[in-house]
DNA sequence: AAGTGAACCTGAAGGC
DNA sequence: TGCCTTCAGGTTCACT
């Protein structure tokens, strides 16, 4: 996202090319030709959709799923690593068989979306619609704005008989918080993903929903941190290892010490999803 | 109403 | 080597 800005800001869309009908659902109809010609006014993010604001009126929407990337294929700094490169990768046949979309742009860069399982969504929309968009309406706050504190949890918790887990992976209620994110905040909260989230919604643990909100930000700001970092040499690493993921205390550790007691990092399912947490350190 | 599990799809990794 | 099973960073939908 913050790699993508200063190259589509200001751009004009010049050609796109869908490779197929659909990702996750299929493209809305005319996608390729309204979104062509359009200039970039303005990028931007809300949980985990990219929105790419454009001239003709009409909002650009990328979420990525699961294993959705974008590629950027520089015009100038592919041309002058030389002519043979540039033919590959701009060929068609040259493209891989989960390179979805390419948008063209008028500087000669090319965005490749590329999305092994498809879990990523392309959507095109009036700006005016992005309220009661079906995707974006209800979404909650954004845990690095100034409205996620302990007081706005402890009114989202109120009730709620969910895991403290499901509760924060909730997308009505948190915004963009992940699977890795929800594990690694409540390891260093101290908190259990087991905990219902309702025991923290009285005044007596305001306290430890204020740390919890502190834990969030934090894992936040460290992972984006490490992963711009990433960005800048995407094409030199192997494309999946960002600096952060070094750094998980408890995800994917699995019976691995806990670095702050020693016990075993234990793994339990809730909601689908897999949980990695300390029963002595977090409670 | 709220919460859980299955579904969407492909690839990687591990067991045999 | 190959076949099989399980699991994966997300979200929606259909059930209880």
């Known amino acids: 996202m913050l790699g993508l800005k200063p190259v589509l800001e200001g751009r004009v869309i010049t050609q796109v090319v869908l490779r197929r009908a659909d990702l996750r ?3 809305p109809p005319d996608f390729a030709v309204r979104l062509a010609g359009c200039r970039v006014t303005g990028l931007w993010r809300r949980a985990k ?15 990525l799923g699961m294993t959705g990337r974008v590629t950027i294929l520089s015009g100038l700094g592919v041309r002058n690593l030389g002519e043979f490169y540039f033919e590959t990768a701009s060929d068609e046949q040259g493209a891989g068989p989960h390179d979805h979309v390419v948008l063209t742009l008028d500087d000669g860069t090319r965005l490749v979306y590329t999305d092994p399982r498809r879990f990523g969504i392309m959507d095109l929309f009036p700006e005016k619609a992005a309220a009661t968009h079906k995707l974006l309406g209800g979404i909650g706050v954004e845990p690095l704005g100034n409205s996620f504190d302990a007081a706005y949890l402890a009114e989202r918790f109120r009730g709620k008989s969910a895991p403290l887990k499901a509760a924060l992976l909730d997308q009505r209620i948190v915004a963009g918080l992940g699977n890795i994110y929800v594990c690694e905040a409540l390891h260093r909260a101290g908190l259990s993903p087991r905990r219902k989230a309702r025991t923290l919604a009285g005044p007596r643990a305001r306290q430890r929903l204020a740390a919890l909100a502190g834990h969030v930000r934090t894992v936040l700001q460290e992972a984006i941190a490490a992963g711009g970092s990433t960005l800048q040499d995407f094409a030199h690493t192997d494309g999946g290892r960002g600096a952060f993921q070094q750094r998980f205390l408890v995800y994917d550790r699995e019976g691995e010490p806990c670095f702050a007691c020693g016990n075993a990092i234990k793994r339990l399912v809730q909601a689908g999803r897999s949980t990695f947490y300390c029963s002595t350190c977090q409670r």
């Not at 959709?49 to 979420?63: K, M, N, Q, R, T």
């Open 25 to 27: 659902f299929p493209f």
């Open 49 to 63: 959709y990219i929105l790419a604001g454009l001239d003709s009126g009409d909002v650009l929407l990328i979420h």
